[in-house]
């Protein structure tokens, strides 16, 4: 299953909404890579065994289940999850993309790809609408939790 959406970060037609920058949104999404606990309740640990300024692998655990990923990142461009096939999971990717079609105007677009052939999707298709969007929602819950870090001052002095 290949998906992507859109989710606008600021309003810029709206003069109340407070506008978060570039920076803070990319500050966001890396937190969301480097403690997963924050967005993901459901998660009971994240260990991550390698960090380099662009990249890191990490192990998480939910409950007997762990999971490799590696999480690349283009600093302020966009942040990529690479799963690779492991025991009863095929190879899959996440990439989170800073878009901003003009100043002010943020948007990130994430887009999954499960690994699967077209065979594959057509027969999953009822299952794979419920993915979608369960993604969306909790990518639509992601950007909320950025949001609020941001708007609490919490994304303006971490590392990126």
């Known amino acids: 299953m290949k998906f992507e959406h859109l989710i606008e970060i600021n309003d810029i037609l709206n003069p109340l909404a407070e506008v978060i920058t570039r920076e ?11 403690s997963p606990k ?7 640990d994240a260990l991550i065994e390698d960090r380099t300024e662009a990249s890191m692998t990490r ?25 690779a096939a492991q025991g009863e999971i095929r190879q899959s990717s996440l990439r989170m993309t800073i878009e901003e079609p003009q100043p002010d105007s943020l948007f990130v677009r994430f887009q999954y790809d499960d690994g699967a052939t077209e065979e594959q999707d057509k ?9 979608r969007s369960a993604y969306q929602a909790a990518d639509i819950d992601t950007i ?4 609020e ?5 919490r994304l303006n002095s971490l590392p990126s």
């Open 149 to 153: 870090f941001a708007e609490a001052g």
């Open 144 to 147: 909320r939790q950025i949001r």
């Open 24 to 34: 803070q949104l990319w500050r966001g999404l890396v937190l969301r890579a480097e």
């Open 38 to 44: 924050l967005f993901v309740s459901y998660l009971d």
């Open 59 to 83: 192990t998480l655990k939910y409950g007997e289940l762990s999971v490799t990923d590696a999480v690349r990142f283009v600093h302020l461009e966009h942040v990529h999850y690479d799963i």
């Open 123 to 131: 027969e999953n298709e009822m299952y794979n609408d419920y993915r």
